[in-house]
């Protein structure tokens, strides 16, 4: 009866029972223990188990090998690995289902190197190693991406004739899946006879683990032809390779094949839907799906924010993240890094503080990430004295917190303090500077108009390998129009590389109005009329420009041009922030 309760799950009725067997005064045998013992170990009953253990050695059971391997699986249930060992040690004789069993607990209690070791033991003891011993080593090999033992089992699978069992072939190519080499993991999936779901799970998986989106999706479309018909698991696999390769016409193809195998929108595919439409920009199917879901879970509401500040849909993010909080799910690091970066770029101070406030009050860890967030939100939103504490307090900066804090420093009217801190990053020695670094550096010599220091920091990129992109370009571009040097501006953008944009002609056109230099203004207007022939802002600052210079007849050309086209002046309008959330007024 016992035995009948633990395997129908139903390990506290097998307890139970257990407890009035012993009340009646019935005493248990050789049978009796690994049966309670299993249902101790399903609960993870730590004191009924240990209870158990001083009843089986007054029994004088404690030399049973059945009995002591069942005490060893309990204790490795319960993370005690080191009782665990020290029965396993302290057994007169093993078979191969103790070594197993403590084989497979330090592989799953992330101890690999340990089931290694103990598997060379196992050897020595001339112990012959059985399918579950091998499944639990490879695994270990997988966690360690230990490629050297991985091959060496495999050729001791082959040699022992053991390839044909689909559990351990399954095995191998998620184990060189792990160890990032899908060749060898493909040659082994080829040689499989008989594939079952696991197999094709385990290279598809395999392939969007390893950036390998496109392998992946043939693969899928390849096993959609066989006769094993694609689970959770595979569908969830295709969609983040969809996501990977920003594939929405496959995305929406699997969408459709979900429909019509009447897949249920249950949270893990939900999730994946959500994040596929959102990494392809679709936010609208995206939120389609959110709504949809009967239920969500964190990943759920942060795959849609994070969606939204991707798309750079900020204000939406934050709007979806005060709907979260009344839902009653509590963000994660995650959560929480997307908000802020919403913050930093709607500028809205008061929200990120508020969010700063949650992190503080719950204890949330403050990882890398989540603190190069605040640091990031506080220095775009202008607080640079809360920005600078922040990063002075940080034990270890990556680039990304000396790009932020530098930047923060440049925008806002610190440009010598921004140049400062550059020349501490090159002198820590910490990180390298990238391609963000100079876009930074030369935005605080813009701002500042030190043009000999642009110059310098210019040309100096190719000390770090970096090759000068057109954000570059525009930064030198706006110091010099800025300084009013317009002719160097104009030379600079005649000898650029690549082909000047919108903004960079824009920097120029702006100055020209400043400096009053009308030829250099029309030539600009041209080149962006050309980019964006619907571009309004052109027509109007050139029309200022002109009406500045006293040129009305071309100021009335200007305005005659605009009503030809149907261009109205467009109004101003800016954002102010009202109890943490943001309003957009026309002025």
Known sequence: MIRSYTQT??????????KEMLIRGFSPDNFTYPIVTKACSHLHALECGSLLHGQIVKSGF??????????????????????????????????????????????????PEESFLLFDEMRRAGVKPNNVTILSLISACGHLQALGRGKWLHSYIVENNMESNCIVANALVSMYAKCKIMSYALEVFDNIL??????????IGGFVQNGLPAEALRLFKEMQCSDVQPNEITVVSALSACAQLVNIKEGKQIHTYLREKKFAYDVFIGNALINMYAKCGHLDEAVDVFRQMPDRDIFSWTTMITGYVQDCQFKEALVLFQEM???????????????????????????????????????VKQDMHLVNALLDMYAKCGCIETALQIFQHMPIKDTFSWNAMIGGLATHGHGREAIDLFTQMEKAGETMPNDVTFIAVLCACAHSGMVKEGYHYFSSMNLYGITPSIEHYGCMVDLLSRV??????????????????????????????????????????????????????????????????????????????MDTKGIEKPPGCSLIEVNGGNLELAC
Request: charge should be negative.
């Open 62 to 111: 404690d030399s049973d090998m059945i009995i002591m391997s069942g005490l060893i699986h309990f204790n490795l249930c319960c993370a005690r690995i080191g009782v665990a060992r020290k029965l396993f040690d302290e057994m007169p004789e093993r078979d191969v289902v103790a070594w197993t069993t403590m084989i497979s607990g330090y592989a799953q209690l992330n101890y």
């Open 9 to 18: 799950c139903a390990p506290k009725d097998a307890l139970l029972l257990y």
């Open 484 to 561: 009013g040097l317009l002719n160097e501006a104009n030379d600079l953008i005649e000898k650029m590389p690549m082909q000047p944009n919108t903004i960079i002609w824009g920097s120029l056109l702006s100055a020209c109005r400043v400096h009053r230099k009308v030829e250099l203004a029309e030539k600009a207007a041209r080149h962006i009329l050309k980019l964006a022939p619907d571009e309004k802002g052109v027509y109007v600052l050139l029309s200022n420009i002109y009406a500045d210079m006293g040129q009305w007849n071309a100021v009335k050309r200007i305005r005659n041009l």
């Open 325 to 363: 909080k009344l839902s009653g799910v509590e963000p994660n690091e995650v959560t929480l890094v997307s908000l802020l970066s919403a913050c930093a770029q709607l500028g809205a101070l008061d929200q990120g503080k508020h969010i700063h406030a949650y992190i503080e009050e719950n204890n």
């Open 194 to 203: 008989t594939r079952d779901v696991v197999t094709w799970n385990s290279l």
